[in-house]
T-cell receptor, first 113, second 113 residues
Framework: GQQVMQIPQYQHVQEGEDFTTYCNSSTTLSNIQWYKQRPGGHPVFLIQ?????EVKKQKRLTFQFGEAKKNSSLHITATQTTDVGTYFCAGELRGGSQGNLIFGKGTKLSVKP | DSGVTQTPKHLITATGQRVTLRCSPRSGDLSVYWYQQSLDQGLQFLIQYYNGEERAKGNILERFSAQQFPDLHSELNLSSLELGDSALYFC????????????FGPGTRLTVT
């Protein structure tokens, strides 16, 4: 079936270091969304990317959508302890009637102060 | 607080039993989505309802069913429960029919013993 792969599964960083998580789809996506789930919490919507090659920034977070609309990345500059959590990408298939999101398994980020 | 409510927060039941999980979407949202989150499978999309009608179906077992009522709240029914059904069940809502910017509820943790 359709899959969205996300790497790495875990990332441990020292506070102040950068962090990147990557998302790859086996098929072309209509759009990709990113969510953050804090420990013990629920996923929270961060952003949606729609256009090929799109780059969006939210303060220290930079989101990219690949030219082929099959991959995406989230980069955090100078991590802080408040960035701790699991980051999920979720892709919506292009042209599909499913209308559903396929979530990656997430990258769990821990930040050592 | 996302504005999405789910009850109950926790549920402990025995194998073979049937349970009902309830979700109230954010005010104004017409779509409700159900997800199952387990440690090894990540977030799995189960089903979506839009304005009372089933719109998209994911990896939902035949033992599971859902519905959305005229007041837009939704219920997920899980029957003939198995140990493997133990998981966190999230409900999410969005304004329109497409799965953009979903707001997740706090989840129901189901433990099957």
């Amino acid at each position: 079936g359709q899959q969205v792969m996300q790497i790495p599964q875990y990332q441990h960083v020292q506070e102040g270091e950068d962090f990147t998580t990557y998302c790859n789809s086996s098929t072309t996506l209509s759009n990709i969304q990113w969510y953050k789930q804090r420990p013990g919490g629920h996923p929270v919507f961060l952003i949606q990317l729609v256009k090929s090659g799109e780059v969006k920034k939210q303060k220290r977070l930079t989101f990219q959508f690949g030219e082929a609309k099959k991959n995406s990345s989230l980069h955090i500059t100078a991590t802080q302890t408040t960035d701790v959590g699991t980051y999920f990408c979720a892709g919506e298939l292009r042209g599909g009637s499913q209308g559903n999101l396929i979530f990656g398994k997430g990258t769990k980020l821990s930040v050592k102060p | 607080d996302s504005g999405v409510t789910q009850t109950p927060k926790h549920l402990i039941t025995a194998t073979g039993q049937r349970v009902t999980l309830r979700c109230s979407p954010r005010s104004g949202d017409l779509s409700v989505y159900w997800y199952q989150q387990s440690l090894d499978q990540g977030l799995q999309f189960l089903i979506q309802y839009y304005n009372g009608e089933e719109r998209a179906k994911g990896n939902i077992l035949e033992r599971f069913s859902a519905q959305q009522f005229p007041d837009l709240h939704s219920e997920l029914n899980l029957s003939s429960l198995e140990l493997g059904d133990s998981a966190l069940y999230f409900c999410a809502s969005s304004v329109g029919a497409v799965p953009y910017e979903q707001y997740f509820g706090p989840g129901t943790r189901l433990t099957v013993t």
